[in-house]
């Protein structure tokens, strides 16, 4: 998923130092800092795919609860005989007494609703703070990597060094400049999906689906997010 943006740097510093014993030339300096500027466009456009990415899981929930889980908890609170009984009587006509009832039973069904529904879009915005953590750490590393490469080709161009030498140069310091960390998101990718089917899989067990949904999240998350992470 990440690997493209570190091979453009890889093959960049490959074009501009394989090349024997020919002088770096100044217009590579122009094209490594360029490449710095697609690095930070790349960042942008991929942190606002994976907030699209969790925007739709987040409306998926949302329109479970309005669709299935709703009208379900509707029918099964007015369902009870007791509150079939209570409303009968109360609501025979147009009085306080039935106003005050139909109020109670609406705050019944929306209060912990709501709350429940809070509580699972936090755990999805867990979920995309973690990744796009890891985004933030990869794209840090891969502009300074470049920023690094950018002034060794300034410093080399001016001073009309050897690229061989240059090239030679880095791999002694092992400064790992070339190198790139190949992030793994596609777990908490399958985490946020896994997460989004197990709270839409069915009316009846959403009210309990926070207890699966941590043991889900305890894989990929550490212990800042708030949910322990599993040993």
């Known amino acids: 998923m990440l690997r493209p943006t570190a091979a453009l740097i890889a093959g960049t510093a490959a074009l501009f130092l394989l090349v024997g014993c020919t ?4 217009d590579a300096v122009k094209l490594s800092a360029e490449i710095g500027v697609r690095i930070a466009s790349a960042r942008a456009a991929h942190f606002a795919l994976v ?3 969790f925007e739709q899981r987040r409306q998926r929930v949302d329109e479970f609860i309005e669709r299935e889980y709703l009208p379900w908890k509707v029918n099964n ?3 009870a005989r007791s509150v079939n009984a209570a409303f009968r009587r109360e609501c025979k006509s147009q009085s306080a007494d039935c106003t005050e009832l139909l109020l109670g039973l609406g705050l019944r069904v929306t209060q912990p609703t709501e709350r429940q529904r809070i509580e699972i879009q ?3 915005d867990a979920l995309e703070a973690q990744l796009k953590n890891k985004l933030d750490a990869h794209y840090s590393q891969t502009a300074l990597a470049n920023a690094r490469l950018t002034t060794l080709l300034d410093h080399a161009s001016k001073a009309r060094i050897d690229a061989g030498a240059l090239l030679r140069g880095l791999s002694t310091a092992g400064s790992g400049l070339l190198a790139s960390d190949v992030i793994e998101v596609g777990e908490i990718l399958d985490t946020a999906e896994q997460v989004t089917d197990l709270v839409t899989a069915a009316p009846q067990d959403f009210d309990g ?3 699966p949904v941590d043991a889900l999240l305890r894989r990929v998350l550490p212990q800042a997010t708030g949910v322990r992470r599993a040993n």
């Open 23 to 26: 002088p770096v030339r100044p």
């Open 209 to 211: 689906a926070l207890k």
């Open 77 to 79: 609170v007015f369902g």
């Open 51 to 53: 907030h699209s990415y």
């Open 122 to 124: 936090r755990r999805l």
